[in-house]
């Protein structure tokens, strides 16, 4: 039984900038960066602003468009379901620190740990609490969309999104809401590459993004983009004591081959590249978002989705969205022509 | 009413009351309340030292990991305290593990926000400062080169839920909810779903969180939701002198499992899941929606879906933070919500006695609520002197009492708000 996508809307990294990390290791990155809208008129309160990352304006933003097109009532969204996946909650590792080394550089404060003390607590912003809450992006979106109902935020390696899918997939079929938002959010940047990087093992040609969306999901195919036939994952323990790569996404392949076969590909080109090539052994047809927008972090299987839905054509009915996650998760999502 | 039953198998907790389920009831009983001066970390110079902290050393629970893991566990409380709590019940469990279907056990826990202990690193960014280096980037970056997915400190939250995988052999999924002080709460609640709806038939549930750290404790105490200190105890919930709540730290771990899989076993759960309430106030991030519309929904769900009626009640373990606004509107939203003489439920909130471990916070409090069940225990509000509403049942002695039906309330920042019922299986 299929679930069907209403609406969607994202958005994309629209420049991207080389970014030093460590001089010391000589490790970059290339940063994909959203432009704001900031003329919008779904743009964000003032007041809230201050309390939320780049990537939350964007969503903001990108729900109320969604909204306004699909034309939902205030009962109606009051009574949808709001699932959610986060990539960092600090956009940039030394925000909230910045005057940590002057601190603790201070000789004075050296021997005298009450004055070093009120140095950190005077320097650490009044609302570091708020602007790094991990459920920030679900609760702003449902208090500019005015969602009420059951919530979940899951995060926040790539897999999330799917996770997120997969739960509106298994309350639609039980008839728990009739609508469900699948929000996803990546908040690229130096807290992320750190993280993403030590997981996996740091790698020339990295390039992460920031990027998001959402997909309104519902049992009713009328006037659907497309229908998902699939979500499926492999059902395996990930290993933390190594970084090998096992590549199986053959075993989701479901038995009717689709027409084309998106990937997300890695974190650098040269894993990337052989990750294109394993689907290439196994699909005529295969692409990637890595090359255009880099790694999009949790923003992945749903950036995959929008993206398939605007290649459905006559001779492309079917797609497959690929992923794997840092502690080497698969999964894959299919979507077919209505 | 859904139609598969979910039952709780077995459960332990790391709490500041107890390390241990056992030693937990012994606390209560005890009225031990870990509202204390804090003794981990140099606090002097801020306004804040009152926490709830774990004050044993737990190193003997994990001294069987892998010594990258207790490296890690070195500057990431999280999983010190996760570790341990898995150290505590790992021998009971050993003979249930193995009946587990690696393609039906999920794993699905609540975890709290990362917390990088920069003052443990003192030397380090001094040196990276003094040679005009970025010290923040280049101290993570040296902390990044190990050969394995376990990061030194900055892991993806996925780490604590893909840890309890490779112990319980989970490979349906591992998934961590992300919703501060409901995460563990949430994180149950989908654990019964997923039973329920047949994806799973054991699923491994819990959480883990510390706010016992200087980082957490200035930047909930600037909010103003952790009370500047003056020596004496600092949380009081449902008084009507309380200001604030306690910082706490928690990990606990549940074991739920379907009923096809306990008769299948012979099994004899502790409690049964009976249901959930679980709604998003959308109003504002910095504040619970004062007409409660959606905390009152969850709790009218959490009743309804478990299929009992009000009068069934026997206990409720509020979220009871002792902060000024959010205990007043949880106990009007009880009321309005169960629409009787609430003179007649019990409610209690623990919090002065273990702290809000925010994260964890759901699953302490449902450990606690299981051991209350089992030792048909009424708990006080400990702290509790002068009662901020006459009309509710604000418990104020310990007391015994049978259990059957129960329900546990946790409302985060943010508007989210989860309410869980549970069925005593003992009595």
Known sequence: ?338 | MLANKVYILDYDVISPIGVGRDSMINGINANISADKDFTRVDTKGIPFNRAAEVAEDLSELYKDESDVLKNTIQYDRKLELLAACYGKMKDRVAELVPKFDIEKTGILIGVGADVVPLTLFEDLIRNYARKDQNAIKELYTAFSKDNTRINTVNNPYDLYSVYLAEKFNAGAYQKSILTACVSSTQAIALASDSIRNGECEIVITGGTDSLVNLLALISFGKLGIIPESDGEKSCFPFDTKRKGTLAGEAAGIVIMASEEFVKRHELKPVAQFMGYGNTLDGYKITAPDPEGTAMVQAIKDSVSNAGITTDEIDYINAHGTGTRHNDHLELQCLERALGKDMSTIPISSTKDRHGHAIAAAGVQELCLLLELMKHSTIPKNLQMTSPCDDSFNLVKENYTSPIKYALTNNFAFGGINTVLTIKNELL
């Open chain 1, 1 to 338: 039984m299929a679930i069907y996508v209403k609406g969607y809307s994202s958005y994309l990294p629209e420049s991207f900038e080389e970014e030093l990390m460590s001089a010391v290791e000589k490790t970059k990155y290339t940063l994909g960066q959203l432009e704001l809208d900031k003329d919008s008129e779904f743009f964000p309160q003032r007041s809230d602003q201050k309390i939320m990352r780049n990537d939350t304006k964007a969503s903001i933003v990108a729900i109320q468009e969604l909204i306004q097109e699909v034309g939902l009532s205030k009962q109606e969204l009051s009574a949808a379901s709001l699932f959610v996946s986060n990539g960092a909650f600090v956009e940039s590792a030394e925000k909230y620190f910045k005057k940590i080394p002057t601190i603790f550089s201070d000789p004075s404060n050296e021997s005298n740990s009450e004055k070093k003390n009120y140095e950190i607590y005077r320097s650490s912003p009044p609302l570091v609490a708020l602007e790094t809450l991990h459920n920030s992006m679900m609760s702003f979106i449902g208090q500019y969309a005015g969602i009420n109902n059951h919530n979940f935020t899951f995060g926040n390696t790539s897999i999330s999104t799917f996770y997120a899918v997969q739960e509106a997939n298994l309350s639609l079929k039980k008839g728990i809401a009739e609508n469900i938002f699948v929000s996803a959010s990546n908040c690229a940047g130096s807290y992320s590459f750190l993280s993403n990087s030590a997981t996996l093992g740091y790698k020339e040609n990295w390039k992460e993004s920031n990027a998001g969306g959402h997909l309104l999901l519902t049992n009713d195919s009328k006037n659907a983009k497309c229908a998902i036939t699939d979500v499926n994952s492999n059902k395996k323990v990930p290993r933390l004591n190594s970084r090998l790569i096992e590549r199986n996404w053959l075993d989701l392949f479901p038995e009717v081959k689709s027409d084309l076969l998106i990937h997300s590909g890695a974190y650098d080109s040269e894993t990337t590249l052989s990750d294109q090539k394993y689907c290439e052994l196994h699909h005529d047809k295969v692409i990637t978002l890595f090359n255009e927008f880099g790694n999009m972090g949790t923003s992945n299987i749903l950036v995959g989705i929008i993206h398939a839905i605007g290649l459905l054509s006559d001779t492309i009915q079917i797609i497959d969205i690929a992923d794997r996650d840092v502690y080497g998760r698969e999964s894959l999502i299919r979507i077919e022509r209505c």
